[in-house]
């Protein structure tokens, strides 16, 4: 997906288009006490493909106001202000800081930009919503989960999935004890494209899927493998595969690629009593339900005479039941995420994608970027 290529500012004035028209209210280290009948006042860094969805849930919240939006391009900005004339426009982070109504930003932009862009919208004493992931690096993600901490600021991570629906539906089939004692999960994620000019295909897709392992799983990994392969640019992954061990004899494997001809976006998690499928590009049915499975056999149900094949058949049961395809609210994820990040500024709670999970993601993400450059060798999480 095409990112606004947004880079913090080093010196000067902020540039600015329109000044929000927004009367302003309470400074920004006082968002939890404004009363909750005034919006949260929100700022928006980048334009670009995922900025604008960012901009059209808040304003469709009653809870959020849009004040101001900065990008480098003003093509974008002119965009944003034909869509809605009063919110504010600046090419420069500064013009969202120098804004008192503004309590809170919104940061959708390259990757290698992140950091800068959050450690100075927290230091602002402003709270933040950031485009996964959340960081380049673990040191850079630990830097802007602790500083959030200190300063009591709300850090939300955009990894929407743990908002959608049908990963709901997985995590309350895995609580409830419906699939039983968790054995494999197998994602694929692949497309043609989009390529990134900043990131490997790993730090682009297997963001969603570690973040739901991250969700669904209470230990992180034990470790992690990863191979993959340059098809196309300067040594940039464009196909790679993950293998990851966690404790309990739990593997999970996940496969992300540019280059495949058609959209796929599945989950397999198989557990001891039941199976699911998620499939997002199914429109009805996203998430089947399978009691099916297999059991071991006891001893005495081999007979003697038989082959070491037909012992083995012997010894194992396979369960082929009913499929169940349950309802799954046609919510929109950004939207509820949306929600939960400004009820989580108002009451100080912890958001659902918060920093520690985000942390998560990226300290397998730069231990499968260690393995993927050792030829695939484990790397302990």
């Known amino acids: 997906m095409a990112k606004t290529n947004l880079l913090p500012p080093t010196s000067g004035a902020a540039a600015t288009i329109a000044r929000p028209v927004a009367s302003p209210v309470a400074s920004p280290g006082d968002t939890r006490q404004t009363p909750r009948t005034a919006p949260l006042g929100i700022g928006v860094v980048g334009a670009g493909y995922w900025g604008p969805k960012l901009i059209r849930n808040f304003q469709a919240s009653a809870d959020a106001c849009v004040r101001g939006v900065c990008d480098r391009d003003p093509a974008r900005l002119a965009s944003v202000g034909q869509g809605d004339p009063t919110i504010g426009l600046h090419t420069e982070l500064e013009g969202l800081l120098d804004d008192p109504s503004i309590e809170a930003i919104a940061i959708a932009t390259p990757v290698d930009t992140h950091f800068e862009l959050a450690k100075r919208v927290l230091m602002s004493g402003r709270h933040v919503l950031i485009e996964k992931p959340i960081a380049a690096s673990i040191e850079e993600a630990e830097t802007l989960v602790a500083l959030a901490e200190e300063r ?75 191979t993959g392969a340059s098809h196309w640019g300067k040594g940039t992954a464009s196909v790679a595969y993950l293998s990851l061990a966690y404790p309990g004899n739990f593997i999970a494997h996940v496969h992300v690629s540019w280059l495949a001809p058609v959209k796929v976006r599945s989950v397999i998690l198989s557990g001891t009593k039941r199976m699911m499928i998620y499939d997002d590009n199914q429109v009805l049915e996203k998430v089947k339900v399978y009691d099916r499975g297999i059991a071991e056999s006891s001893a005495e149900s081999s007979t003697e005479s038989g082959s070491r094949d037909d012992e083995h058949r012997h010894r194992v049961d396979y369960r082929m039941g009913d499929m169940h395809a349950p309802h799954i609210a046609g919510d929109e994820a950004l939207a509820k995420e949306v929600a939960d990040f400004v009820r989580c500024v108002r009451t100080g709670e912890t958001p659902r994608s918060n920093g520690q999970t985000a942390l998560a993601v990226v300290r397998i993400l730069e231990k499968a970027q260690e393995s993927l450059m050792q030829g695939g060798a484990p790397v302990a999480v």
């Open 152 to 226: 009591g600021l709300t850090l939300l991570v955009d990894h929407t999935f743990l908002y959608h629906p049908a990963v709901e539906k997985m995590k309350e089939l895995l609580d409830d004890g419906t699939l039983g004692a968790p054995l494999h999960f197998d994602s694929v994620r692949i497309n043609l494209g989009l390529f990134q000019p900043d990131i490997n295909v790993l730090w682009d897709l297997a963001p969603h899927d570690l973040s739901i392992l991250s969700w669904l799983m209470p230990e992180p990994p034990v470790s992690v493998s990863a």
